[in-house]
């Protein structure tokens, strides 16, 4: 970074090897956040090669999960004391509030706790087979060498769901940042070198995701991609992988719908409400991949709720992530906006109502910032695009229903299944309806919290696979059945006669 070098290849830093850098932008001032090295194809290959190596040599798979554990351990208190340098460094990048970036290294950290505790607990398992003289076991082994690609909504937090568990399974692996906000991996890196984590084990490649995506996963030296982004580059892997029969795992986007029932209540009940769709949407500019972008209101009381929702949404301060006054900080990059304006011009042209927001501040002191305003768009359907498809911006869209079985038809037609949530104060409707969403997290009055003992992932084009809880280390560890005799006879099938 700034003349460091920021590759890890096979345990050592370097250059790119043509020499190429990139300038990493600050989206809340368009200021240059840091150059950073650029790798070229080949420097992705090299690291493929290093972190095959690093697993064929076989030391680093031979640790003892106890040893693993104690280095994920030693990782989380690294993070813990370097928390704040951090959390700016991802301030910078992404332009999320600094606050956020502390929660996230906060969650990064509590990934790793987990994974420490968690490895080597699941036992193996010991089959009878009716013979006494046969042990038949089903053990667990690291599945070999993971690439691990990640967005920039959330760049160290997604790629710590995929380190934590790789390194705790005793993989190897490439981990490839985004290309927009590729500073606080870098750093990371530099903290688990630290931490001990032997060469080759964890290599570094940060660069354009179509650049370097042939030599990341277009590669039979690859055992498992564990991909985080969206559905067309979800797609893209999927197919190149398949070609090498490589296990794929994708995480990939939502379109979230947010029920509200009639019956939330009134007072304190009905201000949780309000204020829960209104953080679950414009949380972070809503660069959420469950962002709840799909207000789904009982009719009898959507005038009223979303009259409120509009009022709030028009008093949250936007501004520079490291100003302590700001609640939410600007869109990730100009290029970015530009795709939130462009769904916002076709939801005016396809009738949707804009209630407020659908513009950049007219704040001068934002004005070098990629900033846009919350934006809300009531009496939508289902035939518009911006109900359809991911904006990954600070927009929402108000859907209406009058029966339960309507709130849940509406809930679930969509291609995606991330996240869901549901407000009512009836709990057997609660039960009935959150059973009735495919969606890979529902939330029963509350929305947007997840626990990393808990599986995170998606049904239908939200992804195939599972990040956090025990399947999340799953997906890295392969199943071996293991048949020993004891005391080995003849089979007696040919009788040699
Ligand atoms: P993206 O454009 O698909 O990129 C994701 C990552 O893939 C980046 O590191 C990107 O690199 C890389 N990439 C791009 N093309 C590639 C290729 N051909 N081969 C290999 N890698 C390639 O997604 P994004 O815009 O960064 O992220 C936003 C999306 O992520 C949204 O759809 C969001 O919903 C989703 N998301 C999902 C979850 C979840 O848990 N399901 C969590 C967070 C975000 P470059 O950036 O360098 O091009």
Not at 261 to 289: K, M
Request: hydrophobic share 40%; glycine share 10%.
């Amino acid at each position: 970074m700034n003349g460091e070098p920021d590759l890890y290849v096979g345990g050592q830093w370097r250059h790119a090897s043509d020499g190429g850098t990139r300038e990493s932008i600050n989206p809340a001032d368009g200021s240059v956040a840091a150059v950073v090295d650029e790798a070229t194809d080949a420097d992705a290959r090299e690291a493929v090669s290093a972190a095959r190596a690093a697993f064929d040599d076989g030391a680093w798979r031979a640790t003892t999960a106890a040893e693993r554990s104690i280095l994920l351990d030693r990782i989380a208190d690294i993070l813990q004391r370097d928390k704040e340098s951090l959390s700016v460094l991802e301030t910078r990048d992404t332009g999320k509030t600094l606050v956020e970036s502390r929660i996230d290294i906060d969650d990064v950290t509590s990934v790793f706790r987990y994974y420490a505790k968690l490895v080597g607990v699941e036992a193996d398992r010991v089959i009878d087979v009716g013979d006494p003289a046969v042990i038949s076991r089903v053990v667990r082994e690291p599945i070999g060498v993971c690439v691990l690609i990640a967005p920039w909504n959330y760049p160290l937090l997604q790629m710590s769901w995929k380190i934590a568990p790789a390194l705790g399974a005793g993989c190897t692996m490439v981990a490839k940042p985004s290309e927009v906000t590729p500073l606080s991996t870098i750093a990371f890196v530099h903290l688990l070198e630290e931490a001990g984590v032997p060469g080759g084990v964890v290599n570094l490649v940060q660069g354009s995701g179509a650049a370097l995506g042939a030599a990341l996963t277009d590669n039979p030296d690859v055992d498992f991609i564990s991909f985080t982004g969206g559905l067309a580059t979800g797609r893209t892997i999927s197919k190149v992988a398949a070609e090498h029969v490589t296990k794929v795992a994708v995480e990939l986007g939502g379109k979230n719908p947010h029920i509200v029932f009639a019956d939330i209540g009134t007072g304190d009940a009905w201000d949780a409400s309000v204020d829960q769709v209104l953080t679950g949407v414009f949380l972070h500019s809503g660069q959420v991949c469950s962002a709840g972008t799909r207000l789904i209101v009982e009719e009898s009381i959507a005038d009223d709720f979303v009259a409120e929702l509009v009022t709030r949404a028009e008093k949250i301060r936007m501004g520079d992530g490291m100003d302590a006054a700001s609640e939410t900080g600007p869109l990730v990059s100009e290029q970015h906006r530009a795709k939130v304006e462009g769904h916002v011009a076709s939801a005016i042209s396809e009738g949707a109502k804009l209630v407020t927001g659908g513009s950049r501040p007219s704040d001068a002191t934002l004005e070098k910032g990629s900033f846009y305003l919350p934006t809300i768009f009531d009496r939508c359907d289902r035939s518009m695009g911006i109900v359809r498809e991911e904006t990954f911006g600070p927009i929402l869209t108000v859907e209406r229903f009058t029966e339960e079985a309507e709130a849940i038809s509406l809930g679930n037609d969509t291609e995606y299944g991330l996240a869901a949530g549901v407000r009512t104060s009836d709990p057997a409707r609660g039960e009935r309806v959150v059973r009735a969403l495919r969606h890979g997290t529902v939330w029963l009055n509350d929305f947007g919290y997840y626990t990393a003992a808990a599986e995170w992932g998606g049904f239908g084009k939200s992804g195939n696979g599972r990040e956090l809880g025990p399947t999340g280390l799953a997906e890295y560890q392969e199943l071996k059945h293991i048949w020993h005799n004891t005391a080995p006879k003849p089979a007696g099938w040919f009788k040699g006669e």
